[in-house]
C-alpha cells in the first residue's frame, strides 16, 4: 500500500469516529472532555504527555509522543460515561420589587445530565524512524444539561448544548536520541443550542408570571488552532513532556426562535439571526514518566487550563433589544494526577491512577447552565496484547463529586435583570468505563 493511500484510508477510518455522543456537563473542569485516551485513563492520565499509556493516543495531549510508535498504528477508543446529576433543594422567588413571589413550576428536574458514548480515532505512519505524520478525530469539548421546559429556574436556562468534532494533521520529528518536536494543527467544528424562558407577564404585560416565552438559540462555526510539543528523555526509560493547546475563536452564528406567545402576538417576536462568541481554552501541560525496573512504572502529570478566557455569555440577536449577557468570571484551573503501572507479564500491564481537577467557577457565578464543582478522580485500567498486531486496553474511573450549590440573587440590575432568585443543591458523580483497540504493523 502506498504512503498517500495509506493516508486516505486513514483518513477515512478516521472521520467515522468523530464524536457524535452528547456528553455531560460534569466530566471534567468547566466543559472540557479528557475521555480521549482509554490507555491513559487507567492511570487517571497521570503521564500522558510523556507518553506513558505507550500508545498513539498520547498525541491528543502532546504531538510529540507520536516519535514513540513504530511503524504504522491505528488506535479506537470508545469511552462510556454514566453519570447522575440530581438537583436537590431548589428555590426560585422574583425580585422583591416584583413582591418576591415564588415562581411556579417543577423544583425538582432529578438528574439534568445525560449518559454518552465519546469515541475518538488516531492513526500515525512512520516515514522513517526521525519523522512520523498523523491523524486524530476527537471531541475535546462539550456538555448537555436539561432541566425541562417548566422547572423554576427556566429564566436562568432550560437546555444547554455544546458539541466540537476536532481534526488534528500532526508531524514530529526527532532531532536527536534525547529530544523529539511535534505539531499540529486543530481543525474545529462547534454546534451550539441554548433554550431559556423569558417572564414575559412581567416584562410586556405587568403581571409576573402570567405568560412565558421559550427562545431556542441555535448556531455553529469552523475554527482552527494549533498543538505544540516536546518530548524529552535525558535517560532511557525517563520522559518528560511538554504540550500546549491553543485556545480556538468562534463565531457561532445561526437563529434564535420563540414559542409560548398566542396567535395574535407572534408577530412581535419573529425567528431572527442571532450569534455568539465563543473560545474554547488553551492548554499547557507537563508530564513525567519513569521506568523504575523492567515491570514497574511510575508518572504524574500537571495541566493548567486558561479558563478565564470565559468571562461572559453573550447572545447577539438582530434586535438588539433581545440580546442577553450571562456574567460568568470562571477561573483558570490545574488538573494534577499521579499513576502508576505494572508489567504483570509481557502481554499483560495493569494500570492505577488518582487525579485533582479543580473547579472553575465560584458559588457567586455558579449558574445551572454549567453547575461544575471540584472532582477527585480514582482509576485503574489494565492493557493486554493479544498477538504482535493486536492490543486492547480497559479502564474504569469513579470521579467523586462534593455537594455542589447555586445561589444567584436578582435586584433587577444588570444584564441578567428579572430572571429571579435561584438557589439549588447538586449531587453529583460519574463513572467511566472505557475500551479501546490498538492495530499496529
Not at 502506498?2 to 478516521?14: E, G, P
Not at 491512577?353 to 449558574?367: C, L, Q
Request: glycine fraction near 10%; proline fraction near 4%.
Amino acid at each position: 500500500m502506498t504512503l498517500r493511500l495509506r493516508l486516505l484510508t486513514a483518513a477515512a477510518a478516521i472521520a467515522l469516529t468523530a464524536p457524535v455522543a452528547a456528553p455531560s456537563s460534569v466530566l471534567a473542569a468547566g466543559f472540557a472532555l479528557k475521555e480521549q485516551s482509554v490507555s491513559g485513563q487507567g492511570t487517571a492520565y497521570a503521564g500522558v504527555t510523556a507518553g506513558g499509556n505507550g500508545d498513539a493516543s498520547a498525541m491528543f495531549y502532546n504531538p510529540a509522543t507520536m516519535g514513540l510508535v513504530s511503524g504504522t498504528q491505528f488506535v479506537q477508543t470508545a469511552s462510556g460515561i454514566l453519570v447522575k446529576s440530581k438537583v436537590e433543594d431548589a428555590r426560585s422567588t422574583r425580585a422583591a420589587r416584583l413582591g418576591g413571589t415564588a415562581i411556579a413550576g417543577n423544583s425538582s428536574p432529578g438528574d439534568i445530565a445525560q449518559d454518552a458514548i465519546i469515541p475518538a480515532g488516531y492513526f500515525v505512519y512512520s516515514i522513517n524512524d526521525d519523522l512520523k505524520v498523523g491523524l486524530s478525530a476527537n471531541g475535546p469539548w462539550g456538555l448537555v444539561t436539561d432541566y425541562g421546559d417548566n422547572w423554576i429556574g427556566r429564566y436562568h436556562g432550560i437546555r444547554s448544548d455544546l458539541k466540537t468534532y476536532n481534526f488534528t494533521p500532526t508531524v514530529s520529528y526527532r532531532i536527536n536520541p534525547m529530544i523529539t518536536l511535534g505539531g499540529g494543527v486543530q481543525i474545529q467544528y462547534a454546534k451550539a443550542k441554548l433554550s431559556q424562558a423569558s417572564d414575559f407577564g412581567a416584562s410586556r404585560l405587568g403581571r409576573p408570571g402570567a405568560l412565558d416565552v421559550t427562545s431556542d438559540v441555535t448556531g455553529d462555526d469552523w475554527g482552527w488552532g494549533f498543538t505544540l510539543g516536546a518530548l524529552i528523555e535525558p535517560v532511557k526509560g525517563t520522559r518528560v513532556g511538554l504540550a500546549y493547546r491553543s485556545a480556538v475563536k468562534h463565531r457561532l452564528t445561526g437563529n434564535i426562535s420563540f414559542t409560548g406567545l398566542p396567535a395574535a402576538l407572534a408577530p412581535l417576536l419573529p425567528t431572527q439571526s442571532a450569534n455568539a462568541d465563543l473560545t474554547t481554552p488553551d492548554i499547557a501541560s507537563i508530564g513525567l514518566y519513569h521506568e523504575v525496573n523492567d515491570r514497574w512504572a511510575v508518572m504524574a502529570d500537571v495541566q493548567w487550563t486558561n479558563w478565564s478566557r470565559f468571562k461572559e455569555l453573550r447572545v447577539n440577536i438582530a434586535n438588539p433589544a433581545l440580546s442577553s449577557l450571562t456574567e460568568e468570571h470562571w477561573k483558570d484551573t490545574w488538573y494534577y494526577a499521579l499513576g502508576t503501572s505494572y508489567k504483570v507479564t509481557d502481554d499483560l500491564t495493569l494500570r492505577g491512577g488518582v487525579a485533582f481537577d479543580k473547579g472553575s467557577v465560584d458559588v457567586d457565578y455558579r449558574t445551572p447552565r454549567i453547575p461544575e464543582q471540584n472532582r477527585y478522580w480514582l482509576s485503574v485500567g489494565a492493557g493486554y496484547k493479544v498477538t504482535e498486531s493486536l492490543h486492547v486496553d480497559a479502564a474504569y474511573s469513579h470521579v467523586f463529586i462534593p455537594k455542589t450549590s447555586i445561589a444567584l440573587t436578582d435586584d433587577l440590575t444588570g444584564p441578567e435583570a428579572g430572571r429571579g432568585n435561584l438557589s439549588a443543591n447538586y449531587k453529583s458523580s460519574i463513572d467511566i468505563i472505557g475500551l479501546q483497540a490498538r492495530l499496529s504493523f
